[in-house]
């Protein structure tokens, strides 16, 4: 049975495979070079943040670490089932991007819950990967609100809706 904090740990390996594949969307919906560079970045961070839980759950052995795993998976898959509604047909940059500054959010809030969580529990290994995570998300963050406003003044707010 997993714990609050086992179940946060799960949640934020859910939302790193997610992100992966979020930004693959969103940059295939932009043409500005210095964002499809961000969101390669972010892109390599998220698979280091992935690569940083497994390796976690691993050393948490046994069944904890293969419920862990299970719910990261399926936490996966609903934020995919998010995606794949958000992303139909005639989603357009700014919108597309929205959704990658709603998963950044989520992202950055959970890892400081994990965070917080950690840190009562005194679990070192957690409150390293923590310590490790939390900066980097909200980095991602604020590049996703920032790239946000780059993004909306490549438009003229007269011009028609994209798509």
Do not use: Y
Not at 7 to 35: C, F, M, N, S, Y
Not at 135 to 153: C, K, W, Y
Request: with cysteine; proline share 2%; charged share 25%.
């Amino acid at each position: 049975m997993l714990t609050v904090l086992h179940q946060k740990l799960a949640e934020a390996h859910g939302l790193a495979i997610a992100a992966a594949v979020v930004t693959d969307k969103v940059e295939e919906r932009l043409a500005d070079r210095d964002l499809r560079l961000l969101l390669g970045t972010m892109r390599l961070e998220s698979n280091e943040t992935r690569a940083r839980c497994l390796e976690l759950e691993d050393l948490l052995g046994g069944e904890a670490a293969e419920e862990i795993l299970a719910h990261a998976n399926t936490v996966s898959e609903k934020a995919s089932d998010l995606a794949v509604a958000w992303f139909k047909s005639g989603t357009g940059p700014l919108e597309a991007w929205s959704f990658l500054a709603m998963g950044e959010a989520g992202e950055a809030a959970t890892w400081r819950a994990l965070d917080s969580l950690a840190r009562r529990d005194g679990d070192s290994r957690l409150v390293a990967l923590a310590e490790w995570a939390l900066p980097v998300q909200e980095r991602h963050l604020a590049d996703a609100l920032a790239g946000a406003v780059t993004l909306a003044e490549s438009f003229r707010p007269g011009d028609p809706r994209w798509g």
